[in-house]
């Protein structure tokens, strides 16, 4: 797979991103942080605030990552943001609008891949760089796609069903491109991504029920 640009020049767009938006990363962990205390709320504000949590993270890589940084390297970053921004539009439709992605305690199996996923994406991803040699600022930190990609299909798994199976499929497209960088670019921690991903398509094919009726809030029960 022949890539436009050099693993040299990758790193030094992230380093010039790090320095440019420090103390910016901070932000973004404090809006995962977010996410996942509001998991504790009531619905709707629960699954509103998730939603809307996700949505940043999200416009955030599109437009701060692929648009002004990524972009001046890799032309496909115009393609590779602009598919960000309909998952962004995505999850402020059906997640803040019409409320029909709800997250609560789907079930034992899918909380503990939520879990392992969630603690990848925002703990081991960065600690497992560092040990690999990709110190900072040559690192990539969370609000960038990898690590945000693999810490959104975590959430995802909190999803209660039904949910729309179409919200998955931008972050498992990422997980194929992204986790490419693994060998061309030898960030070895985004083979995590490949993992994230064939979860993601395990959920899309997840049986459902047809029922659309609301259930009682497992995480408010009783």
Do not use: K
């Not at 110190?135 to 959430?155: A, D, H, K, Q, V």
């Not at 179409?166 to 693994?182: H, N, R």
């Not at 991504?193 to 995480?219: C, E, H, K, N, Y």
């Amino acid at each position: 797979m022949q890539q436009p640009f050099s693993e040299t020049q990758f790193f030094d767009v992230m380093t010039a991103y790090n320095h440019a938006v420090w103390p910016m990363q901070w932000i973004l962990y404090a809006v995962a942080v977010g996410i996942l205390g509001s998991l504790a709320l009531r619905p709707p504000v629960r699954d509103r605030i998730v939603s809307a949590g996700l949505a940043f993270l999200w416009a955030w890589m599109a437009i701060a990552y692929h648009f002004v940084w990524f972009a001046t390297i890799n032309p496909a970053a115009w393609l590779f943001g602009s598919l960000y921004l309909i998952h962004v539009a995505l999850l402020l439709w059906l997640g803040v609008i019409r409320r029909r992605l709800r997250f609560g305690l789907p079930g034992r199996e899918r909380l503990t891949i939520a879990l392992l996923l969630v603690l990848y994406g925002l703990v081991v991803y960065p600690l497992l760089g560092q040990w690999l040699g990709h110190s900072y600022p040559r690192l990539p930190t969370f609000g960038l796609p990898c690590p945000t990609t693999i810490f959104t299909i975590g959430i995802y798994f909190l999803l209660l069903p039904p949910f729309p199976r179409g919200i998955l499929v931008v972050p498992i497209f990422w997980s194929l491109v992204g986790g490419s960088a693994a060998f061309l670019l030898h960030v070895w921690q985004d083979l995590g991504l490949f993992v994230a991903g064939a979860a993601a398509l395990i959920l899309f094919f997840w049986p459902q029920r047809s029922s659309t009726a609301m259930q009682p809030d497992p995480l408010h029960a009783g």
